[in-house]
Structure formats: structure tokens, C-alpha cells
């Protein structure tokens, strides 16, 4: 069974920086393309970064340019690291696992969730 569990939210100004991490247990990382998805309120949950299990990434249009996906096999991890905050990255930041790379899914295709980790930018 996987389990993902999310850290590294929190409250910071625009501007800022934030690097959220998550832990992959109960099954061989490598073999996980990995994502990040974001859901404000009252809005969908929508995809904001991937990277394949061998390191190919892709991003949000909004995502570009301030966000880096990366990822550590031997830890297990994969990582966020946002930069240039807005208030309009203020979201629940959820990452999900899946043995297949494949863009353009919605969120209701993912098995494997995260509890999601609170991203509040002030302005």
C-alpha cells in the first residue's frame, strides 16, 4: 500500500520561498512518476508539477519558471521548491504517485494522495 505524506507548508508574504517535501513508503519509490497537484478553495484540484521516475519533469503554466521539481530515490522524497510566491498560490498543496508518466490527467485519475500540506501566501 503507498503512503505519501506531505510536509513543508506554511504561512509566508509574497515573495517568499517554500520547499515542500514528500515521503513515499509501502512501495519501491523509483518505480513512481511523481506529482504535485493544488486546491484552493473552492476550486478543483489542479496539477502543478511532475517528474517521470527516471527525472523527466513537466510544469503548470503557472508553475514555470518559480517552481523546481525534484526528486531523491535513495530517500524516497520528492521535493517542491517554490519561489516569487502570490497570494494566488495560497492552496492546499497535495502530492500523488502513480506508476505511469502521463500528463494532462485530473486529479480524479490518481490513486495514491497525500493528507496535502497548507500554502498560505500573504500579500
Known amino acids: 500500500q503507498v503512503q505519501l505524506v506531505e510536509s513543508g507548508g506554511g504561512l509566508v508574504q509574497a515573495g517568499d520561498s517554500l520547499r515542500l517535501s514528500c515521503v513515499l513508503s509501502g512501495r519501491t519509490f523509483s518505480s513512481y512518476s511523481m506529482y504535485w497537484f493544488r486546491q484552493a478553495p473552492g476550486k478543483e484540484r489542479v496539477f502543478v508539477a511532475g517528474?517521470?521516475?527516471?527525472?523527466?519533469?513537466a510544469y503548470s503554466d503557472f508553475a514555470k519558471g518559480r517552481f523546481t521539481i525534484s526528486r531523491d530515490n535513495a530517500k524516497g522524497a520528492v521535493y517542491l521548491q517554490m519561489n516569487s510566491l502570490k497570494p494566488e498560490d495560497t492552496a492546499v498543496y497535495y502530492c500523488?504517485?502513480?506508476?505511469?508518466?502521463?500528463?494532462?490527467?485530473?486529479?480524479?485519475?490518481?490513486?495514491?494522495w497525500g493528507q496535502g500540506t497548507q500554502v498560505t501566501v500573504s500579500s
Open positions: 500523488a504517485a502513480d506508476p505511469t508518466w502521463q500528463l494532462g490527467r485530473t486529479a480524479n485519475e490518481f490513486n495514491y
Open positions: 517528474i517521470s521516475w527516471i527525472g523527466v519533469t
